[in-house]
């Protein structure tokens, strides 16, 4: 049974950090491309991160590039998001998503709310 467990979000003020990890099972977690999604209320869902098989490749959009950091353990089969300096914007549910050609999987996300 494929699983994507999303943990680590919650409550935290402007300019401070979490770290979002995702903990995979139920597929070869390491031939799977990993990114991180993010949904604000209203908003589509967009790209935050994503990261390569072995971890030397990896993508940020413009709005978050220098803030948050992509990672992976391809042994723990776990894959993380570092952010910090966060911004009231950064709110949203964040997903993460495995995919590989056709096949694509979803955790259930994991509520970041930046608020004073």
């Known amino acids: 049974q494929v699983q994507l467990v999303e943990s680590g979000g919650g409550l935290v003020q402007p300019g401070g950090s979490l770290r979002l990890s995702c903990a995979a099972s139920g597929f070869t977690f390491s031939t799977y491309t990993m990114t991180w999604y993010r949904q604000a209320p209203g908003k589509e869902r967009e790209l935050v991160a994503r990261i390569g098989l072995d971890s030397g490749s990896t993508n940020y959009p413009d709005s978050v590039k220098g803030r948050f950091t992509i990672s992976r353990d391809n042994a723990k089969k776990t894959v993380t998001l570092q952010m910090n300096s966060l911004k009231a914007e950064d709110t949203a549910v964040y997903y993460c998503?495995?995919?590989?050609?056709?096949?694509?999987?979803w955790g259930q996300g994991t509520q970041v709310t930046v608020s004073s």
């Open positions: 998503k495995a995919a590989r050609n056709e096949n694509s999987y």
